[in-house]
Each structure stands twice: as C-alpha cells, then as structure tokens.
C-alpha cells in the first residue's frame, strides 16, 4: 500500500520561508518520480513541482527562482523548499506520485501566507 504523508504546513508571512515534506512509504521509493501540487481555496489543484528519480526537477513557471523541490532517497522523503512566499501561495499543498496506471495522492498540508 503506498502511503504519502505531507508536512511542514504552516502559518507565514509574506516573504517568509517554509519547507515542506512529504514522506513515502509502500513503494521502491528512489525509482519514483514525486510531484507537488497545489489547491487554493475555491480553485482547481495545480502542479508546482517534479523531481524524477534521477533527480531532474522542473517547476511551474510562475514558481521558477523561489521553489525547490529535492530528494533524500535515504530517508524516502521529498522537500519543497519555498522562499519569498506571497499570500497567493496559500493553499493545500499536496504530493502525488503515478504507478502504472494508479494515483496516490497524500492527505495534504495547509499553507497560510498572510500579508
């Protein structure tokens, strides 16, 4: 059973930095390619990032220069390093990885970005 569980959440503010995590279990973890979304209140979720097994990573364009995505495949866990947070940054913040043709999806964690 793969199991994907977000952390790092939190209330900030604007400029501020947080660091989210999402740690992976059920699953050969460093083979995997893991994303981020996104979902604002009232809106649709969105991709933020991706890093493959290998370690490429690309992002949003709009989050290019203040996102990082990262992996520690030691510790099976996935980062998201965000700096320079804005208050339209604020939402549930998910990580999500394809199998086959299965998608899981973590439980999320909230992000508040205040001016």
């Known amino acids: 059973q793969v199991q994907l569980v977000e952390s790092g959440g939190g209330l900030v503010q604007a400029v501020g930095s947080l660091r989210l995590s999402c740690a992976a279990s059920?699953?050969?973890?460093?083979?995997?390619?893991i994303h981020w979304y996104r979902q604002a209140p009232g809106k649709g979720r969105e991709f933020v990032a991706v890093?493959?097994?290998?370690?490429?990573?690309n992002y949003a364009d709009s989050l290019k220069g203040r996102f990082r995505i990262s992996r520690d495949n030691a510790q099976n866990a996935v980062y998201l390093q965000m700096n320079s947070l804005k208050p339209e940054d604020t939402g549930v913040y998910f990580c999500?990885?394809?199998?086959?043709?299965?998608?899981?999806w973590g439980q999320g964690t909230q992000v508040t970005v205040s001016s």
């Open positions: 999500y990885v394809r199998r086959a043709s299965d998608n899981y």
């Open positions: 059920g699953l050969i973890f460093s083979a995997n390619t």
């Open positions: 890093i493959t097994s290998g370690g490429s990573t």
